[in-house]
T-cell receptor
Framework: DQQVKQNSPSLSVQEGRISILNCDYT??????FLWYKKYPAEGPTFLIS?????DKNEDGRFTVFLNKSAKHLSLHIVPSQPGDSAVYFC???????????FGQGTELSVKP | DTGVSQNPRHKITKRGQNVTFRCDPI?????LYWYRQTLGQGPEFLTY????????KSRLLSDRFSAERPKGSFSTLEIQRTEQGDSAMYLC???????????FGSGTRLTVV
């Protein structure tokens, strides 16, 4: 049973436009959510996070939105740049033990 | 500090052989995690240590897998009698216990032929 789901395996956008990556989760008790970016042959790197007590967190071109009633979060990248092309994972943080539960990832391709 | 270091970066082994991977975490981090990532999937939790104590193991960690962190610093992950299904990227991460500063290494890519 997949507790964190990213239903879009891939997304292609034009440079300068908005990229929207989506993630759904099953457990309303999760209280911390993160987005990671991964290039081939490298480990995931932290991008942005959000606590369940907030509905939005912004860091430069990256904004994460959390809809707790829908158990849904999204990552917006504006404007998208070719260097943003990577696989993006959403994850939830388990306070007990501190492990991360990841979604399957969405491969973003930003075309010049 | 150069972050989380994993060695080797790549390993090709024949089915049935044993392999061992090493992870050197960020020095002040007391927690160390192992994850496995297969094609088209996100990283999956395998096990974690707080200092030298192994506190949780996933059901994904069969009895052919063993992990150690003998002095609470570096960790090793050994796979005995490798199978083709063990082919994956093995990722190590370290943290101070919270979500801030949770840092991954570049991984070890294992191919079992």
């Amino acid at each position: 049973d997949q507790q964190v789901k990213q239903n879009s395996p891939s997304l292609s956008v034009q440079e300068g436009r908005i990229s929207i990556l989506n993630c759904d989760y099953t457990n309303s008790m999760f209280d911390y959510f993160l987005w990671y970016k991964k290039y081939p042959a490298e480990g995931p790197t932290f991008l942005i996070s959000i606590s369940s007590i907030k509905d939005k967190n912004e860091d430069g071109r990256f904004t994460v939105f959390l809809n707790k009633s829908a158990k849904h979060l999204s990552l917006h990248i504006v404007p998208s740049q070719p260097g943003d092309s990577a696989v993006y994972f959403c994850a939830v943080f388990y306070n007990q033990g501190g492990k991360l539960i990841f979604g399957q990832g969405t491969e973003l391709s930003v075309k010049p | 500090d150069t972050g989380v270091s994993q060695n080797p970066r790549h390993k090709i082994t024949k089915r049935g052989q044993n392999v061992t991977f090493r992870c050197d975490p960020i020095s002040e981090h007391n927690r160390l995690y192992w994850y496995r990532q297969t094609l088209g999937q996100g990283p999956e939790f395998l096990t974690y240590f707080q200092n030298e104590a192994q506190l949780e193991k996933s059901r994904l960690l069969s009895d052919r897998f063993s992990a150690e962190r003998p002095k609470g610093s570096f960790s090793t992950l050994e796979i005995q009698r490798t199978e083709q299904g063990d082919s994956a990227m093995y990722l190590c991460a370290s943290s101070l216990g919270g979500h801030d500063g949770y840092t991954f290494g570049s991984g070890t890519r294992l191919t079992v032929v």
